[in-house]
């Protein structure tokens, strides 16, 4: 079962096929790559990552990280994948020629990424965190700022954090308390920041963390946070390093990707915390979504990578694991007959077929919504540009939540088709399914990101974002319509954007009266309709360029991968797209069940 943990080709074919990277890579800004450069260096993180990262998986959930003697203690791996990630370019990727990057597309840095946490879901983060905190002083930052943490961190010598929740505020932004006092070109930080991934490792030169905090006599709420630049150690008068008062006085014991730190931090116990401004003053919010919102599109991906890695040693299993025998059409069993292979009855079948249309497709919209930040940036015209990026922000909140929530169904059925080992130690599943836990809770919970698809998403710009995702649905739908075989699902799937209408308008109603209570209450089973839906349109595109590759004839595949993806498309028309039904008389039935009354239903 050795680096049985992706299918290269499945990624290559949503890559180059279905989501058509060859585009992206005509745009000017990209023009120095090509689908041939882009497959090699997709192998070779593929080999890397066997080399480098699958081998530790296992290894790092046994031991730990963990704080002892004032230091987080961390699996030794964690230093050199950072280094070998400088000198791969994992950081420097996603950067312009300008700030010494690649400049890669997006497309093509989810998918590195993706194989790599695939391979080993702890070791990722640390690179990710450090490339979205450089990305945010490349943004927005001076020069000096630019000039003395981004080189560093672009060659993994230092690690990037972003600081945001609060031992009192959680999620709730507005009631962050850390200080901000002016102290001639920088400020006096104060405070503490807890649930910190990567906070701190011994062995780490240094921590640069990108810290919310408020400037005295700022505005109340989220409209007085402003964002520093706060390292754990700072450069001295000669251009060394010394400590910055950024003290780790704890870290938090997970039940899952518990190789990867999670730390509480306290700024200026010994009022000696020196940070720089990011931008202008109370813009730190503001700021700071930029790397929330390719935060989200991470978690989702990497939710999207444990799952399928999940997916791969469940079908090893099923391959291996010999168990009852096959119940015949009578409904019978022939005793004498040795016993069959798990993956023969059908109700494993359905389990492994479940796990490959969530994996599968959770993959393909991570492409998606990549291509649209891609285009959104690269292409010539401001039209084109603005309309991608209202594609890109009305799918952000779904490619956060989908694989995230349904990808621990995914691993869960994975659990189940182990059975009893499943549960036990011996068995790499339960791992996964602890490790992919987090994804619903990172980055804005499930209840979070789904208020703000139905909140703010559908109704932005008077429902533009939306009129322009049902264009590219529609647009599909029709291309579609051209193959015979495909003509059912098409219509299955246009008749599930009319569904869509009537639930929005029932919803609409509360809004349009001013219920803005009732309109979100059920936001969370909106989001689960809404991307089903989205799921399935995926799966259509997915399957018609497998129809397409199959009646050309196209060899860049074998016939039995592209009939294997019709049969997963169909597979998700009949089992997982009828769950909109039940769900639509959910959302539109009037009963307010979850708002607040006067029965006390928790006593």
Not at 339 to 362: C, F, Y
Not at 399 to 422: A, R
């Amino acid at each position: 079962m050795a680096n049985t943990y992706i299918e290269i080709e499945t990624l290559k074919f949503l890559l180059f096929n279905v989501h058509d990277l060859k585009t992206v890579l005509e745009q000017e800004q990209f023009e120095e790559y090509d689908e041939a450069s882009i497959a090699m260096m997709l192998d070779s993180v593929k080999d890397f990552s066997d080399k480098e990262l699958y081998p530790y998986y296992r290894e790092m959930d046994e031991n730990p990280a963990h704080f002892k003697d004032g230091e987080l203690i961390v699996h030794p791996q964690v230093k050199k994948y950072m280094n070998l990630g400088g000198e791969m370019g994992f950081l420097s990727g996603p950067f312009s020629y300008e700030a010494g990057g690649m400049q890669l597309p997006s497309m093509v840095v989810h998918a590195s990424a993706f194989i790599q946490e695939t391979a080993n879901n702890h070791l990722p983060g640390y690179i990710g965190l450090t490339v979205g905190a450089a990305e945010l002083i490349v943004h927005f930052g001076n020069q000096f700022l630019k000039d003395t943490y981004v080189p560093k961190m672009m060659k993994g010598a230092w690690s990037g954090t972003m600081c945001l929740t609060e031992p009192q505020a959680g999620s709730s932004l507005s009631d962050i308390v850390t200080t901000a006092v002016p102290d001639g070109d920088s400020y006096k930080i104060n405070g503490q920041k807890i649930f910190i991934s990567g906070g701190d490792y011994k062995g780490a030169e240094n921590i640069v963390h990108l810290v919310l905090a408020r400037i005295k006599g700022a505005p109340a709420g989220t409209k007085g946070i402003s964002l520093f630049v706060v390292p754990k150690n700072r450069l001295d008068t000669d251009g060394g390093l010394e400590y910055n008062d950024v003290t780790t006085v704890g870290d938090f014991q997970k039940m899952g990707q518990r190789g990867y730190c999670t730390t509480h931090l306290f700024f200026g116990d010994k009022e000696d915390c020196t940070g720089w401004l990011v931008g202008e003053p109370n813009q730190g919010l503001k700021y700071m979504f930029l790397m929330m919102n390719g935060a989200r599109i991470a978690v989702g991906r990497g939710a999207a990578a444990i799952a399928t890695a999940a997916y791969h040693a469940s079908v090893s299993y099923a391959k291996e694991r010999p168990q009852g025998r096959e119940l015949q059409r009578t409904g019978k069993k022939d005793a004498s007959q040795e016993q069959t292979l798990i993956i023969n009855h059908p109700d494993v079948r359905r389990m492994l077929l479940l796990q490959k249309v969530i994996t599968e497709g959770s993959l393909s919209l991570v492409f998606l919504t990549s291509r649209y930040q891609d285009l959104s940036q690269s292409l010539p015209d401001e039209e084109s540009r603005a309309k991608y990026k209202l594609l890109l922000e009305i799918l952000t909140p779904v490619v956060k939540t989908y694989p995230s929530e349904m990808g621990i169904t995914s691993v869960n059925n994975g659990v189940q088709v182990l059975g009893g080992y499943g549960f036990c130690s011996d068995y790499i599943l339960q791992q996964y399914l602890r490790d992919i836990r987090i994804s619903a809770i990172y980055e804005g919970t499930t209840g979070i990101q789904s208020q703000d698809l139905l909140g703010r998403k559908i109704t932005m710009e008077n429902g533009k974002a939306l009129k322009l995702l049902s264009e590219e649905i529609m647009n599909s739908i029709k291309e579609s319509m051209a193959h015979e075989t495909l003509k059912p699902l098409a219509e299955k799937l246009r008749s599930k954007l009319e569904l869509t209408q009537k639930v929005l308008q029932s919803l609409m109603g509360y809004a349009m009266k001013g219920d803005y209570q009732r309109f979100l209450a059920d936001a969370t089973p909106f989001m689960e309709f809404f991307s089903t839906i989205i799921m399935a349109w995926q799966w259509l595109d997915i399957g018609r360029e497998a129809q397409k590759a199959l009646v050309s004839a196209d060899t860049s595949f074998s016939a039995e991968f592209y009939e294997n993806k019709i049969h997963a498309m169909q597979f998700y028309f009949k089992y997982e797209l009828p769950k909109t039904t039940g769900l639509s008389e959910i959302l539109m039935d009037k009963q307010a069940l979850t708002l607040n009354t006067e029965k006390q239903l928790f006593a």
